[in-house]
């Protein structure tokens, strides 16, 4: 009996894998699915620039500066939770060189400091809070080093992968290993203040650096304004552009032979390419304030703001990353708690009720049971609804069975098997006849398409218009912003 029920098994799941479309062009990684799930994250920066009230430390701080009078990782984490934050990267050193952890690589760090006696650790204590609230954690160690006095030789190369290894050690699993490219040239560099050039395209020895990465933190997402696994959306306003795809292929600048991180100069990154060489999201980071460190004289975005920065990021296939600033106590300011917790409420609220949930729906084509379009309403994006494979333009009916009144449509594909729709449209069923509501191109992992008032039908019909392959959409929604 027993070997009766495994060939049955073996046999349905070889029928179901048969029956699966072929991936199309470049694929996400296991690391990058897992990043696609988490959206909306955070960027913590506090070191003693939040006391110097800087955006770039020199280098040349007093480490007694970094003297936070009240610090408390529970406050801040439980403040970007409220916020939906799903994940938090600590930039565990910034450009001023001051290192948040007790690191055996350079002086000057937090046992300088009189923070918990000099026995503290920051980025313990953050990555403690982050993981007891169920978030997951990443690091930022900055590569340019205005207080080392070896910032430009080789030795210096040796310290900054020293304390790379030294977080993908001591602070479990992470979800990003995020570096930037950044570098003014001047700096205290261990008294010698003085302008320090290095050549950008050599200097860190990125294909060696990042192998570390992948060895010690294999699911790190390694995110820089060339990948590798996530792109840098080109501009730190906190959106993506209109037409977005997953796709990038980094290209050297005119006169280089290599592409590495510091270019970013790269006109495509806030669309991407289409049918680019690699899957490499884009993350659009933007500090809630105006600035990623604290200023007693800023304020934090709206809620409002805050939501549409959402829909122009995570609704167009890429991640939010919210820079999040502690004040000198060591806590987010209470208008960041509110702006925060009014901010995840608009999400949460908005998206609680998919309107289309119970509808019933039809598709010109599905490719068999399996590949049903009602796997667009299950509300699982492992599921998913498929054409047959010579079938490249499709049109779904939604039937909300009464009228129903909405102003956001939900669509995601099923990106495992890559980025497929290239052109789709809305219509709304009005006055006994079909409206076009939206022209669309991408779609990738999620697209939130915000109509400018609402509108209230019966019926809705999406009609994917242009595709290389067979079709794949994993889920569909409508909503009613609330707050
Ligand atoms: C940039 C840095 O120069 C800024 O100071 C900040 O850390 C931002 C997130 O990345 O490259």
Not at 21 to 28: E, I, Q, R, T, V
Not at 171 to 194: C, I, V
Not at 217 to 230: K, T
């Amino acid at each position: 009996m027993k070997w009766i029920t495994i060939l049955l098994l073996s046999v349905s799941i070889l029928v179901k894998a048969q029956n699966a479309p072929k991936p199309y062009g470049a694929l996400p990684s296991k690391r990058q699915l897992a990043w696609h799930d988490i959206e909306v994250y955070g960027l913590i920066h506090f070191t003693p620039t939040t006391f110097e009230n800087k955006e770039w430390g020199f280098g040349d701080a007093d480490p007694k500066t970094f003297n936070p009078t009240d610090f408390n990782a529970e406050q801040i984490i439980k403040a970007a939770k409220a916020g939906g934050l799903r994940g938090i990267i600590l930039v565990a050193k910034h450009h001023d060189g001051f290192a948040l952890w007790p690191t055996k690589t350079t002086a000057y760090n937090i046992m300088q400091s009189p923070f918990r006696g000099g026995k503290g650790d920051l980025v313990k204590e953050i990555e403690q809070a982050v993981r007891k609230n169920g978030l997951s954690f990443g690091v930022y160690c900055s590569p340019w080093d205005r207080n080392n006095a070896k910032y430009g030789t080789p030795e210096y190369l040796a310290i900054y992968q020293a304390q790379l290894k030294e977080l993908y050690s001591n602070y479990g699993s992470l979800f990003m290993s995020w570096h930037d490219g950044a570098n003014g040239g001047d700096g205290y560099y261990g008294g010698a203040k003085e302008k320090r050039s290095i050549d950008n395209t050599t200097y860190y020895d990125w294909n060696n650096t990042w192998a570390i990465t992948r060895k010690m933190q294999p699911m790190a997402n390694i995110f820089s304004d060339i990948g590798l696994d996530i792109r840098w959306v080109g501009n730190e306003d906190g959106n993506a552009a209109e037409t977005s795809w997953e796709t990038f292929t980094p290209l050297p600048p005119e006169g280089k032979n290599v592409a590495v991180p510091g270019q970013a100069n790269y006109p495509q990154s806030p669309m991407g390419i289409r049918n680019g060489k690699f899957w490499m999201p884009a993350e659009c980071d933007v500090p809630l304030r105006k600035g990623w460190f604290y200023h007693p004289t800023e304020k934090p975005k709206t809620p409002e703001t805050l939501f549409d920065l959402y829909l122009k990021s995570v609704g167009r296939g890429a991640g939010l990353d919210l820079g999040l600033a502690p004040d000198t106590r060591g806590q987010l300011h209470e208008d960041d708690v509110a702006a925060l917790k009014a901010f995840g409420d608009m999400v949460a609220h908005t998206f609680a009720n998919n309107l289309a949930k119970t509808a019933q729906i039809t598709a010109s084509n599905s490719r068999g049971k399996t590949y049903g379009v009602s796997k667009i309403l299950d509300a699982n994006r492992n599921s998913y609804w498929a054409t047959k494979d010579d079938v490249r333009t499709a049109s779904i009916e939604i039937d909300l069975k009464a009228t129903k009144t909405f102003d956001i449509i939900s669509l995601q594909e099923y990106i495992p098997l890559g980025q497929r729709i290239e052109a789709y449209n809305i219509e709304i069923f009005e006055n006994n006849s079909w409206k076009k509501v939206f022209d669309g191109t991408s779609i990738g992992a999620k697209r939130l398409i915000k109509l400018e008032t609402p509108v209230s039908t019966t019926k809705v019909r999406v009609n994917i218009t242009k595709s290389p392959v067979c079709i794949t959409l994993s889920e569909f929604g409508i909503y009613k912003k609330r707050d």
